[in-house]
């Protein structure tokens, strides 16, 4: 998959998560999503994409929750 369609995701599901009042927990629910729906290999590749320093495309709240994903091999599947 694309990195810009990784980011288009990742910023729509900010999106959606960032009417929440509470910042934090916004972001632990993206967090959480990305982990739950995304293979591996698309967290991996959005991982690196911030690792590089390119998440000035990512929205703020999306890229602080690709920073806290988990490493794949610790990540749980649904």
């Not at 959606?16 to 995304?38: C, G, K, M, S, V």
């Not at 991996?44 to 590089?52: F, L």
């Not at 000035?56 to 649904?78: E, G, I, K, Y």
């Amino acid at each position: 998959m694309d990195i810009q369609q990784l980011v288009k995701a990742a910023n729509q599901i900010g999106a959606y998560f960032a009417i929440y009042p509470d910042q934090e927990q916004a972001r632990q629910e993206i967090t959480r999503h990305l982990t739950n729906f995304w293979t591996p290999h698309m967290r991996a590749a959005i991982r690196d994409h911030v690792a590089s320093g390119a998440a000035h495309d990512l929205s703020p709240l999306a890229a602080a929750a690709v920073q806290v994903l988990p490493p794949a091999a610790a990540s749980s599947p649904r």
